[in-house]
């Protein structure tokens, strides 16, 4: 069961020697129960930071983050991580060398019988096409094989909401355009409320039904990626998703179904 993610007004920012220094300013924004969104952005804008607030990782100055009538955080009230039923695939992978795939998938069921747990691993080992697979251990596999067993390893435990942080980076480009078709099929097919951070503006494109363009800690625009793109809120969104060399690119995407 997947969520309608609400943030309001939310505020982040870190304690330094010399001050409080904002990262995240007044971001409001909502995501459907099976929408995938996407906060777009330079380095440094503040995306990975709002999606580690929303994973419980950071705490929250200001405004909420809720899943449907649970609130996750507030300046006054923070739900532990492991309560929220978030799932997070990160852009290292991050999978356990010495696990098989199975193991690495399974890894977040232990508390499962084993006979219902094998069951759920088979399925996503299934979902992501890698049942054949279950057997072998990560640095046997290629980088997107890799990332699909993260996908499925996060999908695993049923999150309500999954959380991808810059999935595709570490990917060439072939198999990063690729793969983003492919996890947001998965996504579609399983209906998981999702969010994503990336900077590369072709990714966003290929996988979100709603993107968040952000610069210096503010959302410039939440929309369908068919406004961002032709109707752009304001010049700085303009100039941003709008750079010499990535017009072709975003076109084969709306070609493709967007």
Known sequence: MTATLSIQSLGLAYDT???RRTVVDDLSLSLGTGDIGCLLGASGCGKTTVLRAIAGFEPVRQGSIA???TLLSSASEHLAPERRRVGMMFQDYALFPHLTVAGNVGFG???QASGARAQRVTEMLE??????SADNYPHELSGGQQQRVALARALAPAPDLLLLDEPFSNLDIDTRERLAFEVRDILKQTGHTALLVTHNQAEAFAIADRIGVMHA???AQWDTPYN???HPASA???EFIRPEG???QRAQVFQRGR
Do not use: N, Q
């Open 17 to 19: 020697p010399t001050g």
């Open 67 to 69: 899943l449907d009538d």
């Open 109 to 111: 069921l232990r508390r």
């Open 127 to 132: 979902l992501v096409g890698l049942a054949a």
């Open 217 to 219: 800690g503010r959302l």
């Open 228 to 230: 961002v793109h032709h």
């Open 236 to 238: 700085l969104v303009a």
């Open 246 to 248: 990535l017009m072709e």
